[in-house]
């Protein structure tokens, strides 16, 4: 279905407030190290902690089954899931039954990261955050990703969802300047790729 104003426009208010409320979180976030290894290390290990802390059976379980996945095949994961048991065992506590698995792998050396190839990704802390933002957008306003190669320079159609994040982030991400909306879409969608389809994370989220 075609992109209403009214959409296009709700959507810009949305991202305009998330910027305008959490902009310190946002400055923080960006400004931390952003390659594939950074991210996965940092929510991975963000992961561990809330499933440490979730007292609810069913809630532990899919949050156990997640941070599995995560550790096993995410950039960064081994080595979060090193700092996870590692902080356990330094405090005395004891490795739950869910990680036994992966300790046991880990003192076999059977789970070790693959060494990283190719140049670092400086942008996965961005993309990370706009990935989150688009599935908002698409959930809100069921609003498309981006525009077809045949509308792209129709200016009278409305925004669509990568087009409002890339101009609103701007101020913040100057070097948006310089790079089209598509070639951030497709980094996006690597991202996405590499981390969020292995854990079908929107449906177990």
Not at 31 to 37: A, L, N, R, T
Not at 74 to 100: F, M, N, Y
């Amino acid at each position: 279905m075609p992109v209403t104003l009214e959409q296009s426009n709700q959507a810009r208010t949305t991202i305009w407030r998330f910027i305008e409320g959490e902009r310190e979180f946002i400055e923080r976030w960006l400004s931390q190290p952003g390659d594939d290894w950074d991210v996965g290390l940092d929510i991975t290990i963000a992961e561990g902690e809330a499933f440490l802390l979730e007292k609810d059976p069913a809630e532990r379980k899919a949050c156990a089954q997640r941070l599995d996945i995560m550790i096993r095949c995410w950039p960064g994961g081994v080595d979060a899931a090193r700092a996870i048991i590692a902080g356990l065992v330094s405090t005395g506590q004891k490795v739950p039954a869910e990680l036994k698995g992966v300790h046991l792998d880990l003192l076999r050396g059977n789970l070790s990261e693959e060494k990283r190839r190719g140049p670092k990704r400086k942008n996965g802390r961005r993309d990370m955050l706009f990935l989150v933002l688009l599935i908002q957008l698409k959930q809100l306003f069921k609003l498309p990703l981006f525009k077809n190669d045949a509308d792209i320079d129709d200016l009278e159609m409305p925004e669509y969802a990568m087009e409002i994040i890339v101009e609103e982030f701007t101020p913040l991400i100057p070097e948006l300047k310089k790079v089209s909306v598509k070639s951030v879409l497709n980094s996006v969608r690597k991202f996405e790729k590499k981390y969020f389809l292995s854990l079908a994370y929107r449906e177990s989220t």
